[in-house]
């Protein structure tokens, strides 16, 4: 410009208006929000493609330039040397606000100018200023509504007034309004409190911040107190004591007076109740009338807490409930209500609760878990909560205290120690300490953290190093928490669950990756808070909906993290736990996360899982079955639910019209299906609208783990089916499969049985059976079945077999072969008991004889007992068949000790033939080792496995192996007691075939010496060798012909003992003909007797025939 007015002579002047240009349609101009409130913040931006940062503001009504101050803030900047960018921020937006704004950016001569008008509105909201509600349980619903359009961030509802009546509120963003439902009843606005005002207010929240609000004032008037009976109105008597009051509250005249002689007055636990989070509480009401419907516990808002923290108990002169909480949290902080309803009249006690806040042990986040320290190095230990309360910190290691530095991260608070302590510990080097934080509250309640393990090493040891991760020696584990590290993620940093790592040589190498992320941790930290809640039900079905939800949106991360798996397992599992009924949109909300974790992709993740966690499957079905237990359908009696990977399918019982239950399952993309069937008598038998739920899945069965012997039964569908009312009678239900594999093998009817392997769940055939194979159709039945055998076999015979047959009917016949042939013995015995019995040698043996024959006849009796407590080897009263499993258990092993006692006794007389004991102590030691050992070794077994519900089989009256292995109770000592009999057998037929030169015995002692000898040649039936073919029976899959030698010899041993130990016996045999006068032919069969002693049995004149001859002829 001073060139150009150099150049120019005085006619001319200079126009500097001409050398300056402004511009209006290059900058771009924005305001947000497009529609703006009252107390919104508005931004309007200028952006420019120029390279000035000269940019000003005005606002034209009001003709001035716009300055930084507290309402309005300016601030601009160059990006990337290209473009201008200048924001101004309005801050609680007014509509003196409105009006013309001029955005100028100035470079030399050049301006560019942009202008917006915006416009300022308030925010207008229509609803009933006023309502009368009466409190007689109707729902009652207030509503308002925007009356402009906009984006509304969230609508909120509060309420005012003396009295706390909450509702769920029902927001439609669409139309602008929201509803809100609430329910009042008499325990909430009982009488007194008639005529209450209480102020509900709606208000509207922008996005942008502008709120505006609509006051709703409702009256509450008690059932009762309208005008027809206001006159007649009873005040009741209001019983007082501290922190408590009593008020009732009735439905109409008749009904008052009735209530007036059934009012109760209630007495509720006087002591104030002040807790910290985490410690227990309980609240008793007492009542004088034990009269009443229904009793139950509210809280101040009217929400009733969930049944499992309240039990009550009626008396004849009262009633007492009590509110117990194990572990309180800041939610039962408030004011709860005892109520005790009868017809309309409701008695109610209050009580106050004080929670103090305190971190939960669980909740104490802690870092590290366990970390390696080189013994002259020091460590950060952290421990980090959710909230920020005032607590007093402490770290504390070994007997030392440390203060904590608090820092606030966004959500989370922790607290650290970044001192080096190892100054206190030089003389622990090498050393492994344990380090604790202490929380401490303002009512002086601590609590102490997990464990941080501090292991000090020396430093020749160390090979991997981390700054975060720490030290380690080669094979070292150490686990961190994946909150604590930088763990990549591609939908975000993943704040739950664990990492592991391993020391390779000279760095950390990730053994194990657990972390959780954001969502579904948060999901599992509330569904934990949530179990512990006062108003489980009322929040369960958002909980589902949002597990539903999250985890849809999360299944790629599931099918590459098995910590977001084992997490959604989890929760599953606890929230299975809450209900007390489920809806079909629960149910939804269940299934639908079920298919998403049942899935193809996540087949993989799964084996991953299951390597550390077996049980993980086994808890999703439990959990399934939970809910389907207490699945109501509502009005509808067909329940159906479809997807991919599970399908549900269910009915519910009618009065009077009862039919079979059919259920079809048809998976095309696994190519399996399925059908369960429950006949019409099996219906007949259940409640009224009881419900009957079949879930079928076509994934589970690669996901179960195997049974015990490692093979994987499950061929095809996994159908569970459940009943919502208990059943006590015997339950058959028929099932038909497809096997996709009818050439793999014998199919084999198994199903899930939760308390194998020490509770982690297996496949169990106990109860199902193969009813018919048809190609690659296999039908089955549970029921559950039991044999004789099964006393030594922990597995019994297939079902329906022929072996199973046979061995049923071995078994019965010989059971009353052997239960006569036992009485017959002891009759015998008795008849002949003074001829037989004139020696210590004779006494004792018959001693035994008598005992083993008595013992086995009691065990066969109890055997019949224990058949008879099964129907369809369902135990009908499982007290008698814990009762029949004991005694035979007691009698059966009562029968091997007096066999053993038989046995040392014949060893006794041959091996020690000088030493003579007295018949008293033979008898005592006899008695004692016979009944003593048994009663011993039976009230252990029943005293270790009867409390945890173990002790017998589930299909049988017998011990249990499945769970606990008791059968070994008795298979141990039966077959040490056989092992020990065969090597008496061996010493005594060796003692007898070759006699000692100095054992040459006397006249009488031969005697005895032969009686002996004619015993061992029954001494291998009778002693329980049979018993030895039991041990094969033990094993699964043993071969048929052990089940059936074993059945044979073990059901006819009372004919056994009959035949061998008493008839056999000549002495007896002389007894009995001298007994019943036959003296003549006795005689002569006595000279008979003599003279074949004399002579070879055999025709042979050698020593070994003479004495077999005498074993199996003299009598002695």
């Not at 947000?32 to 606002?59: A, K, Q, R």
């Not at 325990?187 to 007194?192: D, W």
């Not at 007390?580 to 629960?586: C, G, I, K, L």
């Not at 065990?859 to 224990?866: K, L, M, R, S, T």
Request: proline share 4%.
């Amino acid at each position: 410009n001073e060139q150009v007015k150099q150049s120019l002579n005085q006619t001319y002047k200079m126009d500097y208006s001409s050398f300056q240009a402004a511009t209006s349609n290059e900058t771009k101009f924005s305001v947000m929000p497009e529609v703006i409130f009252e107390g919104d913040t508005v931004t309007l931006m200028c952006e420019n493609e120029i390279l000035s940062s000269n940019v000003s503001w005005y606002h034209v009504e009001r003709s001035t330039d716009i300055q930084n101050s507290s309402r309005f803030s300016v601030y601009t900047i160059v990006l990337n040397n290209m473009t201008s960018v200048s924001r101004l921020t309005i801050h609680n937006a007014t509509q003196g606000d409105a009006g013309e704004y001029i955005c100028k950016l100035t470079l030399d001569i050049f301006e560019y100018e942009s202008r917006k008008r915006i416009n300022v509105t308030a925010i207008g909201i229509s609803a009933n200023e006023e309502m009368k509600v009466m409190c007689d349980n109707s729902p009652i619903s207030l509503k308002c509504c925007s009356e402009k359009k906009a984006n509304w961030s969230n609508i909120e509802w509060k309420q005012k007034g003396k009295i706390n009546i909450t509702g769920t509120p029902e927001t439609d963003l669409e139309f602008h309004c929201s509803k809100y439902t609430f329910k009042a009843d008499g325990t909430q606005c009982p009488s007194g409190s008639s005529g209450t005002k209480v102020i509900y207010t709606c208000e509207f929240i922008s996005a942008h911040g502008a709120r505006g609000s609509k006051d709703i004032e409702v009256t509450f008037t008690s059932v009762g107190d309208n005008s027809s009976h206001k006159r007649d109105a009873h005040e009741f008597p209001r019983h007082v004591m501290e922190m408590s009051t009593v008020q009732s509250t009735t439905g109409n005249s008749l009904e008052r007076s009735k209530a007036q002689e059934q009012q109760a007055n209630l007495t509720i636990t006087p002591d104030p109740i002040s807790v910290s989070e985490g410690q227990n509480f309980s609240i008793t009401c007492n009542s004088d009338v034990s009269n009443y419907d229904e009793v139950y516990w509210n809280t101040s808002a009217g929400i009733k807490i969930h049944q499992k923290f309240y039990t009550t108990r009626r008396y004849p002169d009262g009633a007492e409930s009590v509110l117990t909480v194990e572990t309180s949290t800041r939610e039962w902080n408030g004011t709860y209500h005892c109520i005790f309803k009868y017809k309309n009249s409701y008695s109610i006690a209050t009580k106050d609760v004080i929670v103090h806040p305190l971190p939960l042990q669980a909740n104490i986040l802690i870092d590290p878990l366990e970390v390696a320290v080189p013994c002259n190095g020091s460590y950060s230990f952290k421990c980090c909560i959710e909230e920020d309360e005032d607590y007093k910190v402490t770290f504390q290691m070994g007997s030392f205290f440390f203060p904590a530095a608090k820092v606030v991260n966004e959500k989370q608070v922790c607290y650290t120690h970044s001192e080096s302590i190892m100054a206190h510990s030089t003389s622990w080097c090498p050393e492994n300490i344990e380090v604790f934080c202490h929380f401490t509250n303002a009512a002086n309640t601590s609590v102490r953290s997990p464990s941080m393990k501090l292991n000090l090493v020396p430093e020749i040891n160390i090979t991997c190093r981390d700054t975060v991760i720490g030290v380690g020696a080669p094979g070292k584990v150490i686990q961190k928490l994946c909150q604590f590290l930088q763990v990549p993620c591609s939908s975000g940093s993943l704040i739950g669950g664990i990492i592991t790592y391993k020391c390779e040589g000279s760095a950390w190498k990730v053994k194990r990756n657990d972390c959780i992320s954001a969502p579904i941790n948060s999901l599992l930290s509330r569904t934990k808070a949530l179990i512990k809640s006062p108003s489980q039900d009322e929040k369960l079905s958002a909980y589902l909906h949002n597990l539903s939800i999250s985890t849809n949106k999360v299944e790629h991360e599931i099918s590459s993290s098995p910590g977001n798996l084992g997490a959604i397992i989890n929760i599953l599992d606890l929230l299975s736990t809450v209900p007390t009924q489920v809806n079909s949109e629960m149910m939804t909300h269940i299934l639908s996360t079920v298919n998403v974790i049942l899935g193809e992709p996540i087949l993989s993740t799964w084996k991953i899982l299951q390597q550390q966690q077996t049980n993980e499957s086994s808890r999703l079905l439990d959990s399934v079955e939970r809910f389907s237990r207490v699945l109501q359908s509502g009005e509808s009696t067909v329940l159906s639910i479809s997807h991919t990977n599970v399908q549900m399918r269910g009915i519910v019982i009618k009065t009077g019209h009862p039919k079979n239950y059919k259920q079809s399952f048809v998976f095309s993309d696994t190519a399996l299906w399925g059908k369960v069937v429950i006949d019409k008598p099996r219906l007949e038998s259940l409640q009224p609208d009881s419900s009957i739920v079949t879930v079928a899945f076509p994934t589970l069965k690669t996901i179960l783990t195997r049974d015990f012997q490692g093979e994987n039964f499950a061929n095809s569908l996994v159908m569970t089916t459940t009943v919502s009312y208990h059943i006590t009678m015997p339950f058959r239900i028929s099932m038909t499969f497809k096997n996709n594999n009818p050439s793999g093998g014998v199919p084999r009817c198994v199903f899930w049985n939760f308390n194998l392997a020490n509770h982690t769940g297996g496949w169990d055939s106990d109860g199902c059976y193969v009813k018919e194979v048809d190609g690659d159709n296999v039908s089955c039945t549970c029921d559950h079945l039991t044999s004789f055998s099964i006393l030594m076999s922990p597995d019994s015979p297939n079902p329906g077999s022929l072996l199973k047959i046979l061995l049923d009917i071995i078994s019965y016949i010989g059971l009353g072969f052997s239960i006569l042939s036992l009485a017959a013995c002891l009759v015998v015995e008795a008849v002949v008991w003074k001829s037989v019995t004139k020696n210590r040698t004779s006494y004792m043996r018959h001693i035994c004889i008598v005992n083993i024959a008595a013992s086995l006849l009691v065990a066969d009796i109890w055997f019949i007992v224990a058949a008879t407590v099964h129907d369809h080897h369902y135990p009908l009263n499982e007290t008698a068949c814990v009762a029949a499993t004991f005694f035979i258990h007691f009698f059966y092993l009562s029968v091997f000790f007096w066999m053993l006692t038989l046995g040392l006794m014949l060893f006794y007389r041959l091996v020690f033939i000088l030493h003579d004991a007295s018949r008293s102590t033979q008898k005592a030691i006899a008695f004692s080792l016979g009944y003593g050992c048994p009663l011993v070794i039976s009230v252990i077994t029943v005293g270790a496995t009867q409390p945890q519900e173990v002790y017998t089989r589930k299909n049988a009256c017998w011990l249990n192996w499945e769970d606990t292995k008791a059968l070994l109770a008795f298979v141990i000592p039966a077959l040490i007691i056989v092992v020990v009999n065969v090597t008496i057998t061996v010493v005594v037929i060796t003692k007898i075939l070759r006699p000692s030169i100095g054992d040459k015995p006397s006249k009488q002692e031969k005697s005895s010496l032969f009686q002996i000898s004619k015993s061992i040649g029954v001494l291998t039936p009778l002693l329980g060798l049979t018993w030895g073919f039991g041990l094969a029976t033990v094993f699964q899959g043993s071969n048929a012909v052990f089940h059936i030698v074993f059945t044979l010899l073990n059901a006819f041993q009372g004919l056994f003992i009959l035949l061998f130990g008493c008839l056999w016996d000549q002495k007896v045999q002389e007894a009995l003909l001298n007994k019943f006068s036959l003296s003549r032919w006795s005689s002569q069969h006595s000279k008979s007797t003599s003279l074949g002693s004399s002579t070879p049995v055999f025709s042979m004149s050698s020593p070994i025939s003479r004495r077999f001859n005498n074993l199996f002829g003299k009598t002695g």
